[in-house]
């Protein structure tokens, strides 16, 4: 059986943020890409940062709170959820995970490192944050009783596209962008409602510039061979794929830090299909994307790409994300 780790309550202030004015950009043409798409900015976001030269107070990341006001009673918020998370400690899982926190939503979290969970998100109940030891490159770590109750799944994982010091210990792209997606899929009970994978732009076109580059070493293979396991599995599925990641968290900070996470004046949110998007997107409006993707039917068993340029965007309000969505398919 998975051990499973139980948090005393945190006490966390009450605080009550403004929230902003939000309009949503609807686009009827592809953005074009900044500078720093070019193909040396597409591999840059894989790279290992020097943790070293960040801190709270140096980073992008300011208020959460503050430009992402949660209503409670949106469908989201619903407390019949329990969601899985794996790759919970990586950029986009690290939000995932507090913004699941913030709306009330149960969640477990697959983790290798199971002290991580508490450096993270502090202590935390059991009936808001539950966390189980595996390793979704090992099969044989996946004991079905990690996934009794579960009732959807966002699975976040991934490595550099180069290499680096985080493939040590196999944390290589065929690793945990293939195996790893594979074993977590095939170990999944057919009761899960929705799985959301978080994949990359250029999957379709690893043979392309500037995709060719970035696939050097099979990252973009290995994640369109994950994807396509998936559509197979019979699994109701919705494939989120992110265009270059930008904003913090590079490095592990703690829930209150996370908490306070925006996406700077990137918060207009551009939703594509067919991977024809170029350009960046916020670590904040990747996760926001996942959330949301749980709750709107019509994204089941369909790929999305996604970017986020200068201007207001959906926030967290699900009628506005819903729209977004439905406008790329409509393109």
């Not at 409670?72 to 986009?92: I, Q, R, W, Y």
């Not at 109940?125 to 966390?131: A, F, G, N, T, W």
């Not at 996946?142 to 579960?150: K, N």
């Not at 919705?238 to 004046?265: F, H, M, Q, V």
């Amino acid at each position: 059986m998975a051990a499973i780790l139980s948090f005393a309550p945190l006490s966390v202030p009450s605080t009550t943020y403004p929230k902003p004015s939000l309009r949503i950009p609807l686009f009827t043409s592809l953005p074009l890409p900044s500078s720093s798409s070019s193909s040396s900015g597409l591999t840059s976001s894989f790279l290992v940062r020097n943790e070293a030269s960040l801190s709270p107070s140096s980073s992008p990341i300011q208020a959460l709170a503050e430009e992402e006001a949660v209503d409670d009673s949106s469908p989201s918020a619903s407390s019949s959820k329990l969601v899985l998370v794996v790759g919970g400690t990586g950029g986009v899982g690290q939000l995932v995970v507090a913004s699941l926190l913030k709306r009330n939503i149960k969640s477990r979290l697959l983790l290798r490192d199971l002290e991580k969970a508490t450096k993270l998100f502090g202590k935390q109940d059991e009936d808001s944050l539950q966390v189980v030891k595996g390793d979704t490159r090992n099969a044989e770590d996946l004991d079905p009783s990690m996934f009794e109750g579960v009732t959807h799944v966002i699975c976040c994982t991934g490595t550099t596209a180069f290499p680096s010091q985080r493939w040590s210990g196999d944390n290589t792209p065929d690793k945990v962008d293939w195996e790893g997606v594979r074993n977590l899929i095939s170990a999944l009970p057919s009761s899960v409602e929705r799985v959301v994978l978080v994949s990359s732009v250029g999957v379709t076109k690893p043979n392309e510039l500037p995709w060719s580059i970035m696939n050097l070493f099979g990252v973009l293979k290995f994640k369109k061979m994950g994807e396509d396991f998936l559509r197979e599995s019979g699994l109701p599925f919705t494939i989120i794929r992110p265009g270059r990641l930008t904003d913090g968290p590079y490095t592990s900070y703690d829930l209150n830090t996370l908490l306070k996470a925006t996406a700077g004046e990137r918060r207009a949110v551009v939703i594509g299909q067919g991977d024809k998007l170029v350009g960046e997107v916020s670590r904040l409006v990747v996760a926001e994307a996942c959330i949301q993707a749980l709750d709107i039917e019509f994204t089941q068993g369909k790929a999305y790409e996604i970017n986020s340029v200068k201007g207001d965007g959906p926030g967290s309000d699900p009628q506005k994300w819903r729209e977004l969505f439905k406008v790329a398919e409509s393109k």
